[in-house]
């Protein structure tokens, strides 16, 4: 019997393990994960709700930076767009870092140059985030003078960078001012991205803010606090603005504002208080002459309920004392002394008199 319950109990297991290793083959490799299917983190934007700014989460002036170490425009927007990089805007919300495209202005002069960078949600949707400016005065000057300025709705007016390197021999100023007969578009945007391009995840401003400060250490360039001068040449999207923007914008268009206000519940200004209506609605509350809404008096007794007599100290209320014995036949042949007549007491019917404060 043991022998028999033993060898039972064996070919169960033998049988569940071909069974386990047949399921295990025929299951497919799992994908390895890339970065937009990346699980979310405590560093990650959630949680940051609508507090996000714009402005923080492009730095200019590690843009600016940048141009140091890039010998074209086209490797500048591959390290833009880079992972752990100096972008982390999320315009549409998506919880996603936004591609940054880069457009090299159609004017253009001997001694200026420009550049736009933006952001491409569709046709007509573009956001301007900032614009380069390269300027020579010569055209023997090894390098150049560079701006970096922000777009007026992220960084308000006059917010951008200046790196004097107009002596210094610098890649990208050779390229810039180049004898290039074709200009830099840049075909690729939020809904047609590269093939090396992987989107990646925001993180929180404070993690991103971090990761930057080696160009805040030791800036390549200087703040400018001042307008910026007579620039000759244009943007092709000079000024243009995303209105689904979900983040917060320094100097908004009419419509981001509204946009703002619909997605994340900013309160509104207290709107004036609407006029009664005509009959029916009640009147306004307290009101002294204690009328309603049609100018009649309101009755001091409530419906159903008979009107007693005055005795000067409210209406409807009935005398203290005695009724008297011989009531007059049309009321009371004077009034009583002291009393004041209620506000919407109806007159007595019928006299009285007695031990009450007024005479019948």
């Given at each position: 019997?043991?022998?028999?319950?033993?060898?039972?109990?064996?070919?169960?297991?033998?049988?569940?393990?071909?069974?386990?290793?047949?399921?295990?083959?025929?299951?497919?490799?799992?994908?390895?994960?890339?970065?937009?299917?990346?699980?979310?983190?405590?560093?990650?934007?959630?949680?940051?709700?609508?507090?996000?700014?714009?402005?923080?989460?492009?730095?200019?002036?590690?843009?600016?930076?940048?141009?140091?170490?890039?010998?074209?425009?086209?490797?500048?927007?591959?390290?833009?767009?880079?992972?752990?990089?100096?972008?982390?805007?999320?315009?549409?919300?998506d919880g996603f870092t936004d591609y940054v495209s880069i457009e090299e202005f159609e004017d253009r002069?001997?001694?200026?140059?420009?550049?736009?960078?933006?952001?491409?949600?569709?046709?007509?949707?573009?956001?301007?985030?900032?614009?380069?400016?390269?300027?020579?005065?010569?055209?023997?000057?090894?390098?150049?003078?560079?701006?970096?300025?922000?777009?007026?709705?992220?960084?308000?007016?006059?917010?951008?960078?200046?790196?004097?390197?107009?002596?210094?021999?610098?890649?990208?100023?050779?390229?810039?001012?180049?004898?290039?007969?074709?200009?830099?578009?840049?075909?690729?945007?939020?809904?047609?991205?590269?093939?090396?391009?992987?989107?990646?995840?925001?993180?929180?401003?404070?993690?991103?803010?971090?990761?930057?400060?080696?160009?805040?250490?030791?800036?390549?360039?200087?703040?400018?606090?001042?307008?910026?001068?007579?620039?000759?040449?244009?943007?092709?999207?000079?000024?243009?603005?995303?209105r689904r923007a979900h983040a917060r914008m320094s100097n908004p268009t009419s419509d981001q504002k509204?946009?703002?206000?619909?997605?994340?519940?900013?309160?509104?200004?207290?709107?004036?208080?609407?006029?009664?209506?005509?009959?029916?609605?009640?009147g306004k509350a307290g009101d002294p002459k204690g009328k309603n809404d049609t100018g009649k008096a309101?009755?001091?007794?409530?419906?159903?309920?008979?009107?007693?007599?005055?005795?000067?100290?409210?209406?409807?209320?009935?005398?203290?004392?005695?009724?008297?014995?011989?009531?007059?036949?049309?009321?009371?042949?004077?009034?009583?002394?002291?009393?004041?007549?209620?506000?919407?007491?109806?007159?007595?019917?019928?006299?009285?008199?007695?031990?009450?404060?007024?005479?019948?």
């Amino acid at each position: 019997m043991d022998k028999a319950f033993w060898t039972f109990l064996i070919g169960i297991f033998i049988f569940t393990g071909c069974e386990t290793n047949a399921l295990t083959d025929s299951t497919p490799e799992m994908q390895q994960p890339v970065d937009n299917v990346e699980t979310r983190t405590d560093d990650e934007i959630e949680g940051e709700g609508d507090g996000v700014w714009a402005k923080e989460n492009f730095d200019l002036l590690a843009v600016g930076s940048l141009l140091e170490d890039v010998k074209d425009i086209e490797e500048l927007e591959q390290v833009v767009n880079s992972k752990e990089g100096v972008n982390n805007l999320d315009l549409d919300g998506d919880g996603f870092t936004d591609y940054v495209s880069i457009e090299e202005f159609e004017d253009r002069s001997d001694g200026e140059r420009g550049f736009t960078l933006f952001s491409k949600f569709g046709p007509d949707e573009v956001q301007e985030i900032a614009s380069l400016i390269f300027l020579r005065d010569r055209p023997d000057r090894r390098g150049s003078n560079v701006y970096v300025q922000g777009n007026r709705q992220i960084y308000g007016d006059n917010f951008g960078f200046r790196g004097n390197w107009i002596d210094k021999s610098i890649a990208i100023a050779g390229w810039v001012f180049g004898d290039r007969a074709s200009y830099y578009r840049s075909p690729y945007y939020n809904r047609n991205l590269p093939d090396y391009y992987r989107r990646h995840k925001v993180v929180r401003t404070v993690k991103y803010k971090s990761r930057l400060f080696k160009y805040h250490k030791n800036p390549a360039m200087t703040k400018i606090t001042t307008p910026f001068g007579k620039i000759m040449i244009k943007s092709r999207y000079p000024g243009r603005s995303y209105r689904r923007a979900h983040a917060r914008m320094s100097n908004p268009t009419s419509d981001q504002k509204i946009f703002i206000n619909a997605k994340f519940g900013k309160p509104g200004k207290p709107g004036k208080p609407g006029k009664p209506g005509k009959g029916g609605k009640p009147g306004k509350a307290g009101d002294p002459k204690g009328k309603n809404d049609t100018g009649k008096a309101k009755s001091a007794n409530p419906p159903g309920r008979k009107a007693g007599k005055s005795n000067g100290k409210g209406a409807g209320k009935k005398p203290k004392g005695k009724p008297g014995s011989n009531p007059g036949p049309k009321g009371n042949k004077g009034k009583p002394k002291g009393l004041n007549k209620g506000p919407g007491g109806p007159k007595g019917k019928g006299g009285s008199k007695g031990r009450g404060k007024g005479k019948g």
